[in-house]
């Protein structure tokens, strides 16, 4: 049993910087290295690949990622966890101990296998698990035989058996983004599964660092004081027996670690904070603790947990129609005339009826709306979207944009070729009860043959039934700034912000940089002024959680991306940008408070 742990992350999605396993291993000692490739959307992906070759559904990329590294890896004893695997992360395992095979390295691979459920649906529904949308409440009788991928989030039981096996890599499919950075943690620091505060802890450190370099530097509001952008440096966690924890990166690597980038981070993609849900545990980020022990390394502390659940989360997709996009550049004078001229030709000409079309501005207001400020562009890029149910209809708009070149205004080029039609994967979440799934670990020989099998039981035998209290803000009776001095200013100037996207829902978790604005913020700063600010964008309800300990609110804007993932037309379909959006805008700070920001 140790008494610390240091964890490397390589890797926040599928697409990131595939140099960096190797940075992280060469910069500096650390004990395991942990990579998410998995986004929500990256599963009907796989899918989308396996069913043209069974062979395929795995990530690609991370097979030459680890050869390169695999000796390097042996030589200095450090071990990595990643879901990688995908929907086939056996085929993966050998390929890799294929490719290894051929430069003569003895590897040692465990696969972790059982989230895939898209062959039992029959078995489960309707008698075992009615699958409802758990964001919308809708039947899932009405999408079932277009379903396409179906996985389950395992949680560390597997993954704590497979580190058992000694091997050099655990490769998963889709398990959750944090349970690959707890899994080691609980392994090597002896943490009982029932441990509800320490299990919170690893998983607040397994969040922090599960998207790579944004916990770095990456996305960061004050991006200015961001003095090297090479070579970057992705973070390490440190974590003790105890739960507490540090957040570091290698020495003269690029980025930023500071309390700021990781109050950014923990906010990132978050519901309610004090009720972080996983497998393993329900997490409160309530009580968190941050402190800047030196440049470049962050103590956090005291993360609460309550008992894990007795569910599973689902992440499925189902073939949900087609879409198709076109896009061409308005130059000239007068552009923005020119561009809502041709926004008129090129529907008035098409003259069909979609389910959805979109027309949006970039250069101009594409990704904000009505947020942005009043300005005359040199150039457009107006790009065309529509969706529909039928084929012919895609196949209609994908021809019909070229034709404006030669018979609109003038000053204007297609980008790309023809439009092609998309197949629309859409996301369905939903639960399982934990007793109808048991996960599979197996141990490979360097022949990639399967030397061991164990069935791991996803009950933990200590769940619970756990409501979370729903706590309301109270508006003070007497308004207190009504009297002091007002200045209009930017709210990026007196706050940060981070967004990410849940489904159809985006989340901003707002940072005030003092505690005077913090608490002005708290009473000024509700949900219905942020539903106002966006208007046209937000549909839906718009949720605010508190966060005293990080001086930090947190909005959640439901019915706002346009049905989410693959299937919305907006070009920012994953509310990344919004939080740049919010901090844009003008609102009035009492001029007192200006004072020390």
Avoid at 193 to 215: F, M, P, R, S, T
Wanted: proline share 3%.
């Amino acid at each position: 049993m140790k008494d610390k742990i240091r964890i490397a992350n390589a890797g926040g999605f599928w697409g990131d910087d595939l140099g960096v396993l190797r940075r992280q291993l060469e910069g500096g000692e650390v004990d395991y290295i942990s990579s998410d490739f998995l986004a929500e959307v990256t599963m009907s992906i796989l899918r989308k690949q396996q069913l043209k070759n069974e062979a395929m559904g795995y990530v690609g990329d991370f097979v030459g990622q680890i050869v390169d590294v695999a000796e390097l890896m042996k030589a200095k004893k450090v071990r990595m966890l990643t879901n990688a695997g995908g929907i086939n992360p056996l085929a993966c395992a050998r390929k890799i101990l294929s490719e290894l095979k051929k430069k003569g390295v003895d590897f040692k691979i465990t696969v972790v296998i059982g989230d895939n459920i898209i062959d039992r649906i029959d078995e489960f529904y309707p008698e075992k698990a009615m699958f409802t949308d758990m964001e919308t409440g809708d039947d899932f009788a009405q999408i079932k035989d277009n379903i396409q991928s179906a996985n389950v989030y395992l949680g560390v039981p597997p993954l704590l058996k497979a580190l058992e096996s000694g091997s050099d890599l655990i490769l998963a499919g889709r398990v959750t983004d944090t349970s690959i950075t707890m899994a080691p943690m609980i392994y090597e620091l002896g943490w009982d599964l029932g441990d509800w505060d320490k299990l919170a802890a690893g998983l607040v450190a397994g969040h922090i660092i599960e998207c790579g370099a944004q916990a770095s530097g990456g996305n960061f509001t004050d991006w200015q004081k961001v003095k090297k952008w090479d070579n970057f440096g992705y973070p390490i966690v440190e974590m003790n027996r105890d739960g507490s924890f540090e957040v570091y990166k290698h020495e003269n690597t690029g980025g930023l670690i500071s309390r700021d980038t990781i109050r950014e981070q923990l906010v990132y993609e978050m519901g309610d904070p004090k009720h972080y849900i996983s497998p393993d545990v329900v997490a409160d980020f309530s009580q968190i603790v941050l402190k800047e022990l030196a440049p470049n390394r962050v103590l956090v502390q005291n993360a609460k947990g309550h008992p894990s659940t007795h569910f599973l989360k689902v992440s499925m997709a189902y073939e949900d129609g087609y879409k198709a996009v076109s896009s061409i550049v308005i130059s000239g004078g007068r552009v923005l005339n020119k561009a809502r001229e041709f926004e008129k030709i090129f529907w008035q000409r098409l003259n069909t009826k979609y389910k959805k079309t979109n027309t949006e501005y970039i250069g101009y207001n594409a990704c904000h709306q009505d947020l942005v400020e009043d300005i005359d562009p040199n150039e457009i890029l107006l790009r065309f979207s529509v969706y529909d149910d039928d084929l012919e209809k895609i196949k209609a708009f994908s021809t019909s944009i070229a034709p404006l070149i030669l018979s609109g205004p003038p000053g204007v080029a297609v980008i790309g070729g023809r439009a092609r039609g998309q197949q629309v994967m859409t996301y369905w979440p939903t639960l399982i009860p934990k007793t109808l799934i048991q996960s599979r670990v197996q141990v490979l020989d360097f022949e990639g043959e399967i030397q061991e099998s164990y069935e791991i039981d996803s009950v933990l035998g200590n769940e619970a039934n756990y409501k979370p209290e729903e706590t309301q803000s109270q508006k003070p009776e007497l308004d207190e700034y009504a009297q002091m001095e007002m200045s209009e200013v930017a709210l990026r100037s007196v706050c940060m912000a981070r967004s990410g996207d849940k489904g159809d829902t985006f989340n901003i978790g707002v940072l005030a940089r003092s505690e005077d604005i913090y608490n002005y913020l708290k009473v000024k700063l509700d949900s219905e002024v942020v539903k106002t600010m966006f208007t046209g964008i937000c549909k839906g309800k718009v949720k605010r959680f508190e966060l005293d300990n990080l001086l930090a609110l947190n909005f959640l804007l439901e019915e706002s991306l346009d049905g989410g993932g693959t299937k919305s037309l907006m070009i920012d379909a994953q509310g990344k940008t919004m939080a740049s959006a919010l901090l844009n805008q003008t609102f009035s700070i009492p001029k007192a408070y200006l004072k020390d920001i």
